[in-house]
Structure formats: structure tokens, C-alpha cells
């Protein structure tokens, strides 16, 4: 069974730091993974999305990187503004017997201090 | 171009009872997926519906059922409610499937009494 585990759990940074976010995964053989964000009260927002075959993914000031062999995922902010105050929560597709299932981590929330 | 809709937003049921809820993704996905979010547990998968076929299924007993109509439009089932059912339930729609980038809802808040 996939199991997903992000650290840290909370995190708090003066504006302007760069935040790192980890996630690792404990069983290689995926499909994709996914990083998302969740802001209080709300749905969630897709940032960004690594096929098994990638290494990394790109989007702004968001980069995120996949190491499948060592089961590891680190999603990097630059600069970090207040607005990227949020919950961010990776999961990963895995293959099943006989079909794919989502697994999820329990989440980063991160606060951006101004 | 309008989001992903969810109804009812609030919901409030008795232990026992059985509740629907509706998702009505972005014109033109084909694909709705739905998820469970409770504090203990965290976000879960339910299913994942694709032009009207169950795709892709998580861990969830025979309770949780869900279907899609022709016109994309999904529904979530939830029979005989138990308290711990009680959750935010988003869903999520997709072009090419819930391997690719979703758009989710804002979800419905669901209380079981």
C-alpha cells in the first residue's frame, strides 16, 4: 500500500525566503505526482504535475523535482510572498491490481510572514 | 469559462440516511473524480468517473457509490451515513483524466447527526 509522508508538517518564513517542501513516497512504481495547493476553506488548485519519466517540473517561481528510485519529491518556492500562504499537499498515482489509486500526503501548511 | 460547481454546498444528515451529491465539471471534461477530506484521515480518493465509466476506484466500502450522466455531469451516493462520514467532499474535473491537471470544486460540507 502507497503510503505518502510530507515534512514538514507547518512551516513559518519571513517574506522573501525560499521554501522547500518535502514528500516522499514509500513505493516507486507510480504513474505521476502531483502538487497541489489548498487555502483555507477552499478546494484545492493544481501547481504542478511529474510523469514517472520526468525529473523535474517548472512553473513560475515553483520548481519541483522527483526522484523516484529513493521515493522523493521536494517542491521549491522562490522568493516566498504572503499570498503563497497555504496548505500544499503532494500525491502520487500508483498502479493497483487491477486499477490506479491517488494517495496523499497530509499536507505542509505554510505562512509567509510579511 | 465556469468552474467546477458542487450542490448543495452544506449538507446535514441523521446517522442512518442516505445522501446525493452533484458536481458539474468544466464544459468539455469528461472526467470527475471525487475525494473525502476529514481531519483525521486527510484527503482521500473515492473514484474517478470517465464518460460515464467508473475508471479508477480508492478504499472505500460499498456505501460510497457515484455515477456519471451523459453530459458529464457526476453524482456521489452516500447510503446508511455513519458519523464518521461527516467531511468535505470536493470533486474534480478534467479533460484527459484524473492523471492530468483537475480542477476541483469548492466542495460540499457534509454533517452527519
Known amino acids: 500500500k502507497q503510503e505518502v509522508t510530507q515534512i514538514p508538517a507547518a512551516l513559518s518564513v519571513p517574506e522573501g525566503e525560499n521554501l522547500v517542501l518535502n514528500c516522499s513516497f514509500t513505493d516507486s512504481a507510480i504513474y505521476n505526482l502531483q502538487w497541489f495547493r489548498q487555502d483555507p476553506g477552499k478546494g484545492l488548485t493544481s501547481l504542478l504535475l511529474i510523469q514517472s519519466s520526468q525529473r523535474e517540473q517548472t512553473s513560475g517561481r515553483l520548481n519541483a523535482s522527483l526522484d523516484k528510485s529513493s521515493g522523493r519529491s521536494t517542491l521549491y518556492i522562490a522568493a516566498s510572498q504572503p499570498g503563497d500562504s497555504a496548505t500544499y499537499l503532494c500525491?502520487?498515482?500508483?498502479?493497483?491490481?487491477?486499477?490506479?489509486?491517488?494517495?496523499f500526503g497530509a499536507g505542509t501548511t505554510v505562512t509567509v510572514r510579511a | 469559462k465556469a468552474g467546477v460547481t458542487q450542490t448543495p454546498r452544506y449538507l446535514i444528515k441523521t446517522r442512518g440516511q442516505q445522501v446525493t451529491l452533484s458536481c458539474s465539471p468544466i464544459s468539455g471534461h469528461r472526467s470527475v473524480s471525487w475525494y473525502q477530506q476529514t481531519p483525521g484521515q486527510g484527503l482521500q480518493f473515492l473514484f474517478e468517473?470517465?464518460?460515464?465509466?467508473?475508471?479508477n476506484k480508492g478504499n472505500f466500502p460499498g456505501r460510497f457509490s457515484g455515477r456519471q450522466f451523459s453530459n458529464s455531469r457526476s453524482e456521489m451516493n452516500v447510503s446508511t451515513l455513519e458519523l464518521g462520514d461527516s467531511a468535505l467532499y470536493l470533486c474534480?474535473?478534467?479533460?484527459?483524466?484524473?492523471?492530468?491537471?483537475?480542477?476541483f470544486g469548492p466542495g460540499t460540507r457534509l454533517t452527519v447527526t
Open positions: 500525491a502520487v498515482w500508483s498502479r493497483t491490481l487491477n486499477d490506479y489509486k491517488l494517495s
Open positions: 468517473y470517465f464518460s460515464e465509466t467508473q475508471r
Open positions: 474534480a474535473s478534467s479533460l484527459a483524466g484524473a492523471f492530468y491537471e483537475q480542477y
